[in-house]
C-alpha cells in the first residue's frame, strides 16, 4: 500500500517557537490534509489542501502541498501549550477514494 | 450540523463476549472509514463503506470482525468472541460524496477494553 513518511517523530520546544514538520511519499496525492489528536480524542481536521503548490493558512498554521504533489509540510507559529498534541498528515488518493495516514508527530510544548 | 457521533464512547467486554462499536456519518456523508489505534501509534486503516456496500477491506482482520453500514441507521464495526489483543481505539471517520471536497472527519471514538 501507499507509505507515507512523517517527521520527525517527536519535537520539544519552548513556548514561543515555530515548528516544522513535513511529509513525504514515494507516491502522488490529489488532497493533502492535517489533523490535530489531542489525548484520549479523535483526529480534528485542521487544514486541507487540493491543489499543487497550494499554500493555506489557519491562524498560527500553515501549511502547502508539494509541487511535485508529493509531500506536504505544516508549520506552526508561536506555539503555545494547547498545541501541544499528535499531527497526522493523510494523503487522499482520488481513484481508490481513499485516506493513507503517516505515522504522526508528537508535539510537546514546554511553557 | 453535527459532526460524526460514534457511540459508545467506552466499551469494556469480557474475553469471548461481542463488541458492537456504532458510528453515525456527518449529515450528507455517504462515505465511512473505520480505524484503529493502539496507545502511541497511528491510525491503522480497517474498512472502507458506502451505503449497503462494502467497498475495500483490506485492513479488517480475517476472523471476528465484520462491518456494515446499512440503508438506514448508522454504520456498525463488530468485534465476535474479543480477544485481550483487541484493545484498542476504534475512529470512524466520514466523508462527503466522491467529486466533492476530498476531506475527511472523525469522531471521537469508542476506547474498547477487554478484560
Known amino acids: 500500500g501507499q507509505q507515507l513518511n512523517q517527521s520527525p517523530q517527536s519535537m520539544f520546544i519552548q513556548e514561543g517557537e515555530d515548528v516544522s514538520m513535513n511529509c513525504t511519499s514515494s507516491?502522488?496525492?490529489?488532497?493533502w490534509l492535517w489533523y490535530k489528536q489531542d489525548p484520549g480524542e479523535g483526529p480534528v481536521l485542521l487544514i486541507a489542501?487540493?491543489?499543487?503548490?497550494e499554500l493555506t493558512s489557519n491562524g498560527r498554521l500553515t501549511a502547502q502541498f508539494g509541487i511535485t504533489r508529493k509531500d506536504s509540510f505544516l508549520n506552526i507559529s508561536a506555539s503555545i501549550p494547547s498545541d501541544v498534541g499528535i499531527y497526522f498528515c493523510?494523503?487522499?488518493?482520488?481513484?481508490?477514494?481513499?485516506?493513507?495516514f503517516g505515522s504522526g508527530t508528537k508535539l510537546n510544548v514546554k511553557p | 450540523n453535527a459532526g460524526v457521533m460514534q457511540n459508545p464512547r467506552h466499551l469494556v467486554r469480557r474475553r469471548g463476549q461481542e463488541a458492537r462499536l456504532r458510528c453515525s456519518p456527518m449529515k450528507g456523508h455517504s462515505h465511512v472509514y473505520w480505524y484503529r489505534q493502539l496507545p502511541e501509534e497511528g491510525l491503522k486503516f480497517m474498512v472502507y463503506?458506502?451505503?449497503?456496500?462494502?467497498?475495500?477491506e483490506s485492513g479488517m482482520p480475517k476472523e471476528r470482525f465484520s462491518a456494515e453500514f446499512p440503508k438506514e441507521g448508522p454504520s456498525i464495526l463488530r468485534i465476535q468472541q474479543v480477544v485481550r489483543g483487541d484493545s484498542a481505539a476504534y475512529f470512524c471517520?466520514?466523508?462527503?460524496?466522491?467529486?466533492?471536497?476530498?476531506?475527511?472527519?472523525f469522531g471521537p471514538g469508542t476506547r474498547l477494553t477487554v478484560l
Open positions: 507516491s502522488i496525492f490529489n488532497t
Open positions: 463503506l458506502q451505503k449497503e456496500n462494502i467497498i475495500d
Open positions: 471517520a466520514s466523508s462527503p460524496p466522491t467529486g466533492l471536497t476530498d476531506t475527511q472527519y
Open positions: 493523510a494523503g487522499h488518493l482520488y481513484n481508490f477514494n481513499k485516506f493513507y
Open positions: 489542501l487540493y491543489k499543487a503548490g
